[in-house]
């Protein structure tokens, strides 16, 4: 019964690949984040969609897509994957309310 | 701009010494504060929060964190940690706004010797 769950939890691909990381999330939250961890852990919000709509786009490169098929899930799909993006992304939910954010166990993204 | 700064980047102590960690934020209106814990490989985990009231908040595992309105921060601290404690800690502020978006700071990696 995890309440964030994110897969896959390790990615390991190739420069130029297509991939895709999935996060669903069960507690009934209407708003769902991503973040990417860089190497010095540093957090960075790139997308928020409250009620599958998108209302956070922070400065992230067009490769990155968002999907939001409904409220229990955010998928982010990265095309023509880059090193630099090689990082720990986390997905997050919460409720627009509570303002409290949970989050996913992260997927550890390597690009090689 | 809104910003969340943390000056401890990296903190070691020995067991049973008391923790005190910054953090402060630049925007004067309304916000909600956090603080999350991230253990080694692991993912973020809530330790306490601020929304209103009390302005001394407690948390889990002993941690408590004071906000300080006039000196925009939120500092979080421990009477005595224990080699468990090891783990990267992040200050995180909601600001007012309909965004509802959670801005964190850089992290403050503690490390406990036994």
């Known amino acids: 019964d995890t309440a964030v769950s994110q897969t896959p939890k390790y990615l390991v691909t190739q420069m130029g690949n297509d991939k895709s990381i999935k996060c669903e999330q069960n507690l009934g939250h209407d708003t769902m984040y991503w973040y990417k961890q860089d190497s010095k852990k540093f957090l960075k919000i790139m997308f928020s969609?409250?009620?599958?709509?998108?209302?956070i786009n922070e400065t992230v490169p067009n490769r990155f897509s968002p999907k939001s098929p409904d409220k229990a899930h955010l998928n982010l799909h990265i095309n023509s994957l880059e090193l630099g993006d090689s990082a720990v992304y986390f997905c997050?939910?919460?409720?627009?309310?509570?303002?409290?954010?949970?989050f996913g166990q992260g997927t550890r993204l390597t690009v090689v | 701009a809104q910003s969340v700064s943390q000056h401890n980047h990296h903190v070691i102590l020995s067991e049973a010494a008391s923790l005190e960690l910054g953090c402060n934020y630049s925007?004067?209106?309304?916000?909600?504060l956090f603080w999350y814990v991230q253990y080694p490989g692991q993912h973020l985990q809530l330790l306490l929060k601020?929304?209103?009231?009390?302005?001394l908040v407690k948390g889990i595992k002993g941690f408590e964190a004071e906000f300080i309105k006039s000196k925009f921060s939120f500092n979080l601290r421990k009477p005595s940690v224990q080699w468990s404690d090891t783990a990267e800690y992040f200050c995180a502020v909601k600001f007012g706004g309909a965004t509802n978006k959670l801005i964190f700071g850089t992290g403050t990696l503690l490390a406990v010797q036994p």
């Open positions: 969609y409250n009620n599958k709509e998108l209302i």
């Open positions: 925007y004067g209106g309304t916000v909600n």
């Open positions: 601020y929304f209103s009231g009390d302005p």
């Open positions: 997050a939910s919460s409720q627009l309310s509570s303002r409290e954010a949970f």
